[in-house]
């Protein structure tokens, strides 16, 4: 069915249960009745490679890709500016395919009533506060999520934050590493969504070193979270 990118070592093209982590990912969004378009941003290379793969999913909404760039935000401006006539935007990482769809359904039903809205997901390690190498604190974990994807915001203003953010950076010189929330921050609250935590990326990338199947990659991410 599905086929890993020859030589690869992006997340997204590797396999498991026999499809690119990718596919996992579109099937999720599939099956999740407010979405009504998925925008995959690519390299050019991988582009034609993932319109196959995508063709022989036989999606039930539209798959359109879209050509990314050398960073997320250039490959967000990139899938923003192929949009058209739509309300909310939905950002989300390819390499996360064990969102649920009934999460992606709440975290989008909070941004069509705030605008925009997160998921988060509370530390399970304990966070301290460093200065030069040094312990300063213990950080209360009551205060601290880790935020995940997807990041669902107002099309309106997801453009207007992020033209915002260019200018900013572009004026003092300075481009951190960037996310979607990140460019919103100064025009609005986020509404935060609880996130499963077996959704963590750093669980998912330990779970593809020894789960051969879909399966038990999901199994063995519960245990680690709960351990």
């Not at 499809?19 to 050019?44: D, G, M, Q, Y």
């Not at 966070?127 to 669902?152: C, D, F, G, W, Y």
């Not at 915001?153 to 915002?164: G, M």
Request: glycine share 4%; proline share 4%; with cysteine.
């Amino acid at each position: 069915m599905g086929r890993e990118k020859s030589g690869t070592s992006r997340k997204q093209f590797m396999l498991l249960e026999g499809a690119p982590i990718l596919i996992h990912t579109i099937r999720k969004f599939l099956r999740c009745p407010s979405v009504t378009e998925i925008v995959v941003a690519l390299r050019a290379e991988d582009m034609d490679w993932a319109r196959g793969l995508i063709h022989q999913e036989h999606p039930s909404k539209p798959v359109r890709i879209v050509e990314g760039g050398e960073t997320r935000q250039e490959s967000v401006e990139n899938a923003l500016a192929s949009l058209a006539d739509t309300d909310l935007v939905a950002v989300h990482d390819a390499v996360r395919p064990f969102i649920e769809p009934e999460l992606v359904e709440k975290v989008i039903a909070e941004a069509a009533k705030t605008g925009a809205a997160i998921v988060g997901i509370v530390p399970v390690d304990t966070i301290k506060q460093v200065h030069k190498n040094k312990i300063r604190a213990t950080l209360s974990r009551e205060h601290l999520v880790m935020a995940q994807t997807p990041q669902v915001f107002r099309f309106d203003l997801l453009q207007r934050a992020v033209s915002a953010f260019e200018r900013e950076h572009t004026r003092t010189r300075s481009l951190p590493a960037w996310g979607a929330a990140d460019a919103f921050t100064d025009l609005a609250h986020d509404y935060l969504t609880q996130g499963d935590a077996v959704a963590a990326r750093n669980v998912l990338e330990r779970a593809l070193l020894v789960a051969p199947h879909f399966a038990e990659a999901r199994q063995l991410m519960a245990e680690i979270v709960s351990g």
